[in-house]
């Protein structure tokens, strides 16, 4: 039987980067947790221990801070640009490079003073491979919820089925979700985040939804049918149940006012919605 090596990269990740801009009195705000990862021509330090083609994870780490301190960060996208040139193009054993990065999100309360703005986190990924470049932004933890507008029914049932139908349910779940764009410029990659968050609120506003997996079509197709920049969209959306309370044993009715919210075990519904001529997209490293 032979063994051999199969696809593998290195790097560093979650490295912790605050950026402050200071403009006078006013201060500007930059709160990310980027990783690198780099591929290439680098079997040797796993089959071998020669480490002559490695950059150090250090190093990475490093580059991080001097190109916060060089160029700045500006758009995360650009930002995570930069880096992944960077390495490619300065190291000549790495044919590939990615960098990953969310922003955590700060409201301003003064000129210098800001307050952390919830769980919800603005992300972007990208992976520079050769001369090609794919940049996917996305966001993480944006919590919704439709108290009414919602049914789950017609569903299978079989032995161990207990869940009734519902024709008015609350509907709640925390978006994690990512866009592929056409390319790897942008006129404005706030505007593009921006109104590409707008639409997937609207879609979850407006529509009224027979299952989460309806839910998350309609999320989708919205952006692809308003953001032309956009190729495909990917989500993934846990069901955060809210159950009906009992209120019954003591003599009291609940016409869908009283809820218990449990955070586990819950239904996890994901999927892609894309343009029938997009490219391919390879989302892992594995895949490669």
């Given at each position: 039987?032979?063994?051999?090596?199969?696809?593998?990269?290195y790097?560093?990740?979650?490295?912790?980067?605050?950026?402050?801009?200071?403009?006078?009195?006013?201060?500007?705000?930059?709160?990310l947790t980027?990783?690198?990862?780099?591929?290439?021509?680098?079997?040797?330090?796993?089959?071998?221990?020669?480490?002559?083609?490695?950059?150090?994870?250090?190093?990475?780490?490093n580059?991080?801070?001097?190109?916060a301190?060089?160029?700045?960060?500006?758009?995360?996208?650009?930002?995570?640009?930069?880096?992944?040139?960077?390495?490619?193009?300065?190291?000549?054993?790495?044919?590939?490079?990615t960098?990953?990065?969310?922003?955590?999100?700060?409201?301003?309360?003064?000129p210098?003073?800001f307050?952390?703005s919830?769980?919800?986190?603005?992300?972007?990924?990208?992976?520079?491979?050769?001369?090609?470049?794919?940049?996917?932004?996305?966001?993480t933890?944006?919590?919704?919820m439709?108290?009414?507008?919602?049914?789950?029914?017609?569903?299978?049932?079989?032995?161990?089925?207990?869940l009734?139908?519902?024709?008015?349910?609350?509907?709640?779940?925390?978006?994690?979700?990512?866009?592929?764009h056409?390319?790897?410029?942008?006129?404005?990659?706030?505007v593009?985040?921006?109104?590409?968050?707008?639409?997937?609120?609207?879609?979850?506003v407006?529509?009224?939804?027979?299952?989460?997996?309806?839910?998350?079509?309609?999320?989708?197709?919205?952006?692809?049918?308003n953001?032309?920049?956009?190729?495909?969209?990917?989500m993934?959306?846990?069901?955060?149940?809210?159950?009906?309370?009992?209120?019954?044993?003591?003599?009291?009715d609940?016409?869908?006012?009283?809820f218990?919210?449990?955070?586990?075990?819950?239904?996890?519904i994901?999927?892609?919605?894309?343009?029938?001529?997009?490219?391919?997209?390879?989302?892992?490293?594995?895949?490669?």
């Amino acid at each position: 039987m032979d063994v051999v090596l199969g696809p593998h990269q290195y790097g560093k990740a979650e490295v912790r980067l605050v950026h402050v801009v200071r403009h006078g009195e006013r201060h500007d705000l930059t709160d990310l947790t980027v990783g690198v990862a780099l591929a290439g021509d680098l079997a040797d330090t796993h089959l071998t221990g020669d480490n002559s083609k490695v950059l150090p994870t250090d190093s990475q780490k490093n580059t991080v801070y001097a190109f916060a301190r060089q160029h700045g960060v500006g758009a995360i996208e650009d930002f995570g640009l930069r880096l992944a040139r960077h390495f490619v193009e300065s190291q000549p054993a790495v044919t590939r490079a990615t960098v990953d990065i969310h922003e955590h999100a700060w409201g301003r309360q003064g000129p210098h003073s800001f307050a952390r703005s919830g769980a919800e986190t603005r992300t972007a990924t990208v992976t520079v491979d050769g001369s090609d470049a794919v940049v996917v932004s996305g966001l993480t933890g944006m919590v919704l919820m439709n108290t009414t507008d919602s049914e789950f029914f017609g569903f299978v049932r079989d032995a161990y089925t207990t869940l009734p139908e519902a024709h008015d349910r609350i509907l709640a779940t925390a978006v994690d979700a990512r866009w592929r764009h056409a390319t790897s410029g942008s006129d404005d990659w706030a505007v593009s985040f921006g109104e590409a968050r707008r639409h997937l609120v609207e879609a979850f506003v407006d529509t009224h939804s027979l299952s989460l997996q309806q839910t998350l079509h309609a999320m989708g197709q919205r952006v692809l049918e308003n953001r032309p920049e956009i190729t495909e969209v990917r989500m993934s959306l846990p069901n955060k149940h809210h159950f009906l309370v009992d209120l019954a044993p003591f003599g009291l009715d609940n016409p869908n006012e009283v809820f218990h919210a449990p955070d586990r075990p819950y239904g996890l519904i994901e999927g892609a919605v894309r343009r029938d001529d997009a490219p391919r997209w390879v989302e892992s490293w594995w895949d490669v």
